[in-house]
């Protein structure tokens, strides 16, 4: 096979694997069922850890682009090109999925690895098409389809409301989409017919229709109420792949267009949108820490833990209106979904070991079991992040652009309100054991899945905090590059 050859492999393992494995686990996870590969009772076990495998695959294939192995794959006429932020996504979402459904259990355990794969795959391939808005439409539509499969059970009432909300919320959003791309479009007749509009009306219209699609689809107050049922009612694997990191992906691009438009347009931007955009990122991040320490249900600790982080989104929305040029908000995206991932990691170990809903009926549960204490630590550890990293530095640039001593005050309140949330769980953990913490059978430290999962946390938590550099060589920036989106003035 000659050098061409192979790198045209490469190629296209990298543009299609995620896709590719996707699809496979339909036809393999039935298969691997059947009674002639094993027994029938460990038919959901053995549909798990395939899953876990094929994620595991998905995200190397993620790493094999970033060591500078080309990745676009030319089919004739289509070209797919899979974005930094596509290869990260999947690089870092392949493994910590992985460990998700290993550590969780279940008969639809297979079921839920493969909301993560398919997931993954949508969000890779809505990050690698350049046409203007329509990933976003891709990841909304898909994001609702996942939360249906992830949902399951007809008989679970709770369930089937948390996917009509979003189902509802889809619906908006999609509309949103249309008339921000609608608006879009109309920038270039703006320059040839004065009359028809001004350019800066038009891009304040676009950055107001992508502003709300992102408080909304992060779940920012007072949008808060679809992210926190959704972290309530659907599995875990669900409740983040659409919950966080499908809107991530979603933040990702809007980011980027609007830094693209914005810089095209040589008036400031921002008007009334802007001080709004600012006080309720704070205020999300104050009523989201707020809400964790007051909460006992574990779901919604996690839920309100969730809509507290959003709030450095939607700063950083801010930032990216008042200095179109900056990266910091996109650099912000990835270490905020790690952070609430990695904290999804506890609620799966936490859920299989006690399968409790209540911070008070576990108490102790950090001194019986210690490795899952390990993993929330790792959690407070990911938040704070390294000092004088390029994630400090990213905060303080996106808090600096509010430009309101009052708005940094707040969110450097809710920051360390979302902290002392992380803190008082591992508190409760560490004080006298409860009746059914006391009962419950402790697995050995050396288990493959422990081992798994305390090895994933420390990834997880080092790539979130900063320690550890996760951006390849061919990722250079946590955004599409310019080549890859239309400008304002190109658009037919």
């Not at 619906?171 to 350019?199: H, Q």
């Not at 600012?278 to 989201?288: E, H, I, P």
């Not at 209540?358 to 630590?377: D, F, M, P, Y």
């Not at 951006?471 to 190109?490: D, K, N, Q, V, W």
Request: charged share 10%; hydrophobic share 60%; proline share 5%.
């Amino acid at each position: 096979m000659s050098e061409a050859q192979i790198l045209l492999l490469l190629s296209a393992l990298r543009a299609l694997a995620p896709l590719a494995l996707a699809l496979v686990s339909l036809v393999a996870v039935p298969l691997i069922g059947s009674p002639r590969f094993g027994a029938p009772l460990a038919a959901a076990t053995r549909a798990r850890y395939l899953v876990v495998g094929l994620l595991l695959l998905s995200g190397g294939a993620g790493f094999v682009a970033g060591a500078g192995v080309t990745s676009t794959l030319s089919i004739g006429e289509l070209t797919i090109n899979p974005s930094q932020p596509g290869r990260l996504f999947v690089a870092l979402g392949g493994p910590i999925f992985a460990i998700i459904v290993a550590v969780g259990q279940g008969r639809r355990a297979g079921a839920m690895g493969q909301v993560a794969l398919f997931g993954l795959a949508v969000i890779d391939l809505a990050l690698a098409i350049p046409v203007g808005l329509a990933p976003i439409t891709l990841l909304l539509i898909g994001g609702t389809s996942l939360a249906a499969l992830a949902a399951g059970g007809k008989e679970d009432a709770e369930r089937a409301r948390a996917v009509f909300r979003d189902l509802r919320s889809a619906g908006v959003l999609i509309t949103l989409t249309v008339i921000a791309e609608l608006l879009r479009a109309s920038i270039p007749l703006s320059a040839t017919d004065p009359a028809y509009a001004t350019t800066s009306s038009l891009t304040a219209g676009v950055a107001l229709a992508l502003s709300l699609i992102v408080l909304a689809s992060v779940g920012a107050f007072p949008f808060h109420h679809r992210l926190v049922r959704m972290f309530d009612a659907l599995p875990i694997v669900g409740s983040l792949m659409v919950g966080v990191w499908i809107p991530a992906a979603i933040t990702l691009i809007i980011f980027s267009e609007l830094s693209l438009l914005i810089a095209a347009v040589n008036e400031p931007m921002g008007g009334a949108v802007l001080p709004i955009l600012v006080a309720t990122g704070a205020f999300t991040m104050l009523f989201g820490g707020v809400s964790a320490l007051l909460h006992d249900d574990v779901g919604e600790v996690l839920g309100f833990f969730a809509v507290g982080s959003s709030g450095w989104l939607v700063l950083g929305l801010a930032a990216v209106i008042t200095r179109p040029s900056t990266l910091a908000p996109h650099e912000l995206v990835i270490p905020a979904t790690l952070v609430i991932s990695l904290f999804g990691v506890w609620r799966a170990a936490v859920r299989r070991r006690y399968d409790l809903v209540s911070l008070q009926e576990l108490t102790g549960w950090a001194r019986h079991t210690s490795a899952i204490g390990l993993v929330l630590v790792g959690v407070a550890v990911a938040m704070v992040a390294l000092p004088g990293s390029a994630i400090w530095a990213a905060r303080a640039e996106v808090i600096g652009a509010s430009g309101s001593a009052i708005t940094v005050v707040i969110a450097l309140i809710g920051a360390v309100a979302l902290f002392a949330s992380i803190i008082r769980v591992i508190l409760i953990g560490l004080a006298q054991k409860s009746h059914v913490v006391e009962r419950t059978e402790v697995r050995r430290v050396t288990h493959p899945v422990t081992l798994a999962m305390l090895a994933g946390a420390l990834l997880i938590a080092g790539a979130a905090a900063g320690i550890i550099d996760v951006e390849s060589a061919a990722s250079e920036l946590l955004r599409p590059g310019i080549e890859a989106t239309s400008p304002p003035a190109e658009l037919p």
